[in-house]
């Protein structure tokens, strides 16, 4: 073990406060934020006792066009600089910070500034086909950039560990893996007017991501939709993308296809606790946290056997070859209209999710922060 973190700034205002990068409170909420978002309020309870805390104390810099403000009692967010997004990250961010640590948790850091960064996974080298040339162009530019600069590096599953290590960008004594939670879903009451709204059957629909990521595989379900087998049954795709973008992605969709849009956290609990499962199909996770969020509610999820879903999902989901449309139909046929079958594997998927805690995360990462030379 280390020494722990040593403040090098004690004429700062914050003391020996560790600096969070809070430029992705300026951003639109993804599953990487969703990730920052989550650890740093089971941080805060942490740190509300000195037996959990190591004595460290913590503090968010955000840029000023910041969206989302959290109100936390221990963990103070500040107001930083005049610039925006990556120049505000580069100049803003590690000037106000001076040397005290900063805590990155959303795969992007100063590049010119040590500190802890979160890596999530390495996709772009994985399935560079899912994001745009020049987004691929970004990332394998400046991720190995921050890799080496990191004074450790944390990543979501053992997984994305091995992928971070396959394609260079830090060795494995490096990087540290920190399982995400999953029990945020269990805070929030379900809103049962979202079956309604649309026209869905309780037990007679799959939930799925409206998503046209090569690697999120979204067209072995469409395909799967379109078997008669499956006729009377609906896939629910919930997220952004539309039938338009669907169908000029080339994809068919079936007559049986909703598109719920976006929908919050409250309707996706009832989406998931009416459906017959989860359909879940990707090439490729860094973790996979919607399957663990239908696991923790009661509904199975049939999963592909691809990237982390086995070490996350472990047992408790059913596999399905992710380029076998009938092994979908026949994953899937068995929960349709069969509530005992749904119930005996859902108390199953129930029991693996609920070790699956933000407490845990948050544990983990302030254990690794205090063996980190600051």
Known sequence: ?????????????????????????????????????????????????????????????????????????????????????????????????????????????????????????AQVYISPQSYSKAFVAFYKTVQPIMARRARHILTVSAYSKAMLVKYGLAPA???????????????????????????????????????????????????????????DARLVLVGGATAAVFTAAGHNCPHNTVFAGRVSDEALRALLEGAACLAFPSTTEGFGLPPLEAMILGCPAVVAPCGALPEVCGEAAVYADPHDVKAWVRAILPFIGEPKVRAAAGATARQHASAFTWARSATQLLDIIASTDN
């Not at 969206?67 to 930083?80: C, F, G, N, R, W």
């Not at 879903?185 to 007017?193: S, T």
């Open 1 to 121: 073990m280390r020494a722990p973190v040593k403040s090098a700034s004690q004429d700062s205002p914050y003391g020996d406060q560790i600096v969070v990068n809070g430029k992705f409170l300026s951003a639109e909420v993804t599953g990487v934020h969703r990730v920052a978002l989550e650890i740093l309020k089971a941080l805060d309870g942490l740190l509300a006792h000195s037996e959990t805390s190591h004595g460290l104390k913590f503090m968010i810099a955000a840029p000023h066009d910041t969206q989302e403000h959290l109100a936390l009692p221990h963990i103070v967010t500040q107001t930083v600089g005049w610039l925006t997004w990556k120049a505000w990250e580069n100049i803003s961010l590690p000037r106000f910070a001076g040397h005290r640590l900063i805590l990155n948790l959303c795969n992007q850091a100063p590049l010119w500034r040590t500190g802890v960064l979160m890596m999530h996974d």
């Open 173 to 231: 004594d490096k990087i540290t893996v920190i399982h995400n939670g999953v029990d945020h879903i269990l805070r929030v009451e379900p809103d049962v007017a979202a079956l309604a709204g649309l026209a869905l059957t309780e037990g007679r629909y799959v939930v799925a991501l409206a998503n046209t990521q090569a690697h999120k595989n979204v067209g072995v379900l469409l395909a799967a939709f379109a078997d008669p087998a499956l006729a």
